[in-house]
């Protein structure tokens, strides 16, 4: 099987030697060699059970009471939030109609309810989504246009309803963006490398913002609306805890359009989403280099459950912005058809961060174009940088693949393997032999193309 080789960044800080040292290993556990102990599925239950979303009191808030009319619904949302919030809470109500509106800043103990028929219309125009906000852009911290949804150190949000948040991004507005950031991007990480504090980055005005953003938050509830024509990613809970996420659908094809990336954030919950996204379906992340380094927050406990995933990378994401480290995710009673991967797990020696205790159960896959799973140290940058990323304890159980080109791509470093990778009660159709190098994997009734698997040479 050949492997494709990435080009190299133009920026490569593992290799440049005015930029400040930064350690190799992060924790004694990891350094022991040995596989973390975990609970495995019941851990999930406990997710479940801990996570409760927010509870708002039985108080309405119609934006038309607050002066939002169609043609310019803004100042009446915001207003409407406002008397709501000091108020001591309840549900700002979208009516039916078609609502256009600048940016939407929620507050504490505000449910904000897109009703049936009712479209939130985002502007298009970047100097509405100003003044700046503290956030972040692919794991980095920035100081960049708001999000079209953000809320920032609040507790007992919510978004809620069935109807829709339209983003209105396309090649003529947000989109183009993606091809007029690099050098915003570049500027941004060498910043990060170096500490620039965050007040003092000026990482330029192309760098697209996420659409709903809940930073830094505790208690969030997003359900039941649908999302399309995303500027960015489209939902992504940044530094955020006690998340419930439900009955959501996605659909942006736009690039690098994640469907939900869930970023530093603890005791999550994502279910019965439908998602069509540009890039990845759900995505992990936790902070970036030296911004992940220093930030330092994992994403941990999560549990997605009953989501049916579609195009277009991965389906199930953990990386790439893995600095920070991922723990304790739980997959189950899912459906994926039509993306590259089912389970993607990507980093480097430039990102390192680990991955540890990530369970997938009860998949059923109609088809990825490439690997089932694939988790590789050698993409992007490789092995070019002071970081050895960590992947240990990962176990597939009741994986049915009807269709796929491989089964595995796993390619860990030579000083640092992938530990105690499981396959377990699976059932793979593929049409070429997988690839594994520095990789502990085991099997326990693997069949591949109707043959039993008992050893890794009968999946290569």
Request: aromatic share 8%.
């Amino acid at each position: 099987m050949h492997v494709h080789q990435h080009r190299r960044c133009e920026l490569d800080p593992g290799h440049r030697a005015d930029v400040p040292e930064l350690p190799r290993e992060r924790s004694a556990d990891h350094r022991s060699g040995t596989a973390p102990v975990t609970a495995g599925w019941a851990e999930a239950d406990r997710i479940l059970a801990d996570v409760r979303p927010p509870v708002f009191p039985a108080v309405d808030f119609p934006i038309t009471s607050y002066g939002a009319v169609e043609s310019d619904a803004g100042p009446g949302i915001a207003a409407a939030i406002r008397a709501c919030h000091e108020s001591g809470g309840g549900r700002v109500v979208v009516p039916p109609g078609n609502w256009h509106t600048k940016k939407i800043h929620l507050l504490s103990y505000v449910e904000l309810h897109v009703s049936e028929g009712a479209t939130l219309l985002f502007s298009t125009d970047p100097a509405d989504y100003l003044p700046v906000v503290e956030t972040r852009y692919e794991g980095l911290e920035v100081l960049n246009h708001s999000p079209m949804i953000y809320a920032n150190g609040c507790t007992d949000i919510a978004i809620t309803g069935t109807g829709t948040l339209d983003g209105q991004g396309s090649w003529d507005t947000w989109w183009r963006w993606f091809r007029e950031c690099d050098e915003d991007f570049k500027r941004l990480r060498e910043q990060s490398w170096y500490g620039v504090p965050l007040a003092d980055r000026d990482a330029g005005d192309r760098l697209r913002s996420s659409f709903v953003q809940p930073y830094n938050c505790t208690n969030v509830l997003i359900e039941g609306v649908t999302v399309v024509r995303s500027p960015f990613w489209q939902i992504h809970p940044v530094l955020c805890r006690n998340v419930t996420i439900r009955d959501l659908v996605i659909d942006s094809q736009g690039p690098n359009n994640d469907g939900i990336d869930l970023e530093s954030c603890r005791s999550v919950v994502v279910s019965g989403c439908v998602i069509d996204a540009g890039d990845d379906c759900i995505a992990l992340k936790s902070g970036r280099e030296a911004d992940g380094l220093r930030v330092d927050v994992p994403t941990e406990d999560v549990l997605i459950e009953d989501c049916e995933l579609r195009v277009k990378y991965g389906a199930i994401t953990l990386g790439s912005d893995l600095t920070g480290g991922i723990r304790n995710v739980y997959v189950r009673n899912c459906r994926i058809g039509g993306p590259y991967f089912a389970l993607y797990i990507k980093t480097n020696a430039v990102r390192g961060g680990f991955v540890e205790n990530v369970y997938l159960r009860d998949i059923t896959v109609s088809e990825v174009l490439k690997e089932v799973v694939q988790c590789n140290f050698h993409r992007g940058e490789g092995d070019a940088g002071p970081l050895t990323p960590y992947v240990r304890n990962v176990e597939l159980r009741g994986v049915k693949v009807e269709h796929a080109r491989n089964a595995l791509l796993l390619r860990g470093y030579r000083n640092s393997r992938i530990e105690a990778f499981r396959l377990v009660d699976c059932n793979f159709t593929v049409d070429q032999p997988s690839t594994v190098q520095h990789a502990a994997l085991t099997f326990d009734n693997v069949t591949v193309n109707g043959h039993s698997v008992k050893d890794v040479h009968q999946i290569r």
